[in-house]
């Protein structure tokens, strides 16, 4: 059971929009700077969305996040089928003194 | 561009030490924060622990005390020690450059922000 609560799978249309919800509370995402990563078989995982709503280094500005309280969210825009990814959301945990995930989820590009 | 490759062994028996190292290129390991983090199959992904150059760490109180990390400056090298597997142990295992970290001031401890770069990650089996 992950701490930060996110939906297992999602799947749109190349070309449609889609947003990946996390779900956390006061003591992690509340307080806390939230990322993003994009995990692909047979590759390192990266880094998309840093300090809530950041960008990382080279990454297309159709991914976009945000937060809210004690949610955040990462934003796709222009689907592709290189999309196709496990999304994972992170956070500190300041009562575990810890870096907590969510339980991914997994996009498919229809 | 600083690149992260893991080595260790692929496969250990239960009851075994886990021993791990990550490789940093393309800059010093010093000044920075450095972790681990694993993937089971099929689950999600479990943070670790880090630790600064200075060989200061905090460890995922998770683990019981299993988890030891070090660094060799020398080598632009960090490892990880994780005692007494089990088969719950399986899993890739990356090791990260752990950067925006701040102080927090309520419990004391520096608070990682974000993880980037990321190693390719190696698979540890432990199995009888």
Known sequence: QSVLTQSPSMSAATGQKVTISCSGSSSNIGNNFVSWYQLVPRAAPKLLIYDNDKRASGITDRFSGSKSGTSATLGITGLQTGDEADYFCATWESSLSAVVFGGGTKLTVL | ?128
């Not at chain 2, 030490?17 to 800059?27: I, R």
């Not at chain 2, 390991?29 to 089971?40: F, K, V």
């Open chain 2, 1 to 128: 561009q600083v690149q992260l490759q893991e080595s260790g062994p692929g496969l250990m028996k239960p009851s075994e030490t886990l021993s791990l190292t990550c490789t940093v290129s393309g800059d010093s390991i010093s000044n920075y924060y450095w972790g681990w983090i694993r993937q089971p199959p099929g689950k999600g992904l479990e943070w670790i622990g880090y630790i600064y150059y200075t060989g200061d760490a905090t460890y995922n109180p998770s683990l019981f005390g299993r988890v030891t990390m070090s660094v060799d400056t020398s080598k632009n090298q960090f490892s990880l020690k994780v005692a007494s597997v089990t088969a719950a142990d399986t899993a890739v295992y990356y090791c990260v450059r752990h950067l925006g970290v701040r102080y927090d001031n309520i419990w004391g401890t520096y608070r990682p922000s974000w993880s980037d770069p990321w190693g390719l990650g190696t698979l540890v089996t432990v199995s009888s």
